[in-house]
C-alpha cells in the first residue's frame, strides 16, 4: 500500500546520544513534513521541504536538523538528543498546492 | 503569532446527535482550511479542506463552515456513531510552504451508543 513508512516505530534513547529518524514515501509527493505531538501541545511543525534538495525551518526546529537529497526520503535527525525531546514523531507529505497532508504512523522516541 | 483554538480538549454526545467542533484562530487570514481525524496510536488522516471563498463543504455525514469574518471554522458530524469517536484536528496553513499547517491541540469526541 502506497504511503509513508517511518522507523523506528519505538526508541528509547539514552540523552546525548545521537539519533535519526527515518521517513520514506512512495507518493513521488514533492512536499514533506516533520511534526512532534505533545500532549496538550497538539501537533507542531519541525521542519518541512518543498522539493527535493531544500528545506525550511517549522515552528519549534531547535535541536533538530533535516536533509531531503532525493524525492522519497527525509531523515529527521537529533544531534544530541535531551529529555524535553520525548515525544511521538510523525512525518508526512503532500503532493499539490492546497496541501493535503499525508502522515504516517509516527515514532515514539523517549529520551531518558 | 499565529493561534489556533478548538473549543474544547473534549466533547460526549449520544449516538445520532450532531456533534459541532469549533476552530478559532487569530493573527492570519489562511487561503485553507483542514480538518483531521486521528484515532489512537495512529497518524492523523485527512478528511475535508475548505477556502476562503468557500462558505461550506461536505463530504457524506461531515459539514465544515468557514467564516474568514468571524475567524472561525465549524466540524459538524450528523447522525453520529461510536465509530465517530476520535479526536479531531484543526490545521490551517500559514504561508510558506505549499502546505505548511499549523494545527489545533484537537477535540477528543466520544459518541455514546
Known amino acids: 500500500i502506497a504511503g509513508i513508512t517511518q522507523a523506528p516505530t519505538s526508541q528509547i534513547l539514552a540523552a546525548g546520544r545521537r539519533m535519526t529518524l527515518r521517513c520514506t514515501q512512495d507518493m513521488r509527493h514533492n512536499a514533506m513534513y516533520w511534526y512532534r505531538q505533545d500532549l496538550g501541545l497538539g501537533l507542531r511543525l519541525i521542519h518541512y521541504s518543498n522539493t527535493a534538495g531544500t528545506t525550511g525551518k517549522g515552528e519549534v526546529p531547535d535541536g533538530y536538523s533535516v536533509s531531503r537529497a532525493n524525492t522519497d526520503d527525509f531523515p529527521l535527525t537529533l544531534a544530541s538528543a535531551v529529555p524535553s525531546q520525548t515525544s511521538v514523531y510523525f512525518c508526512?507529505?503532500?503532493?499539490?498546492?492546497?496541501?493535503?497532508?499525508?502522515f504516517g504512523e509516527g515514532s515514539r522516541l523517549t529520551v531518558l | 503569532s499565529q493561534k489556533i483554538e478548538q473549543n474544547s480538549e473534549a466533547l460526549n454526545i449520544q449516538e445520532g446527535k450532531t456533534a459541532t467542533l469549533t476552530c478559532n484562530y487569530t493573527?492570519?487570514?489562511?487561503?485553507?482550511l483542514q480538518w483531521y481525524r486521528q484515532d489512537p496510536g495512529r497518524g492523523p488522516v485527512f478528511l475535508l479542506l475548505?477556502?476562503?471563498?468557500?462558505k461550506e463543504k461536505r463530504k457524506e455525514r461531515l459539514k465544515v463552515t468557514f467564516d474568514t469574518t468571524l475567524k472561525q471554522s465549524l466540524f459538524h458530524i450528523t447522525a453520529s456513531q461510536p465509530a465517530d469517536s476520535a479526536t479531531y484536528l484543526c490545521?490551517?496553513?500559514?504561508?510558506?510552504?505549499?502546505?505548511?499547517?499549523?494545527f489545533g491541540k484537537g477535540t477528543k469526541l466520544s459518541v455514546k451508543p
Open positions: 475548505i477556502r476562503e471563498n468557500e
Open positions: 508526512a507529505s503532500s503532493g499539490h498546492p492546497t496541501g493535503e497532508l499525508f
Open positions: 493573527n492570519y487570514s489562511p487561503a485553507y
Open positions: 490545521g490551517i496553513n500559514y504561508g510558506g510552504s505549499q502546505g505548511n499547517l499549523i
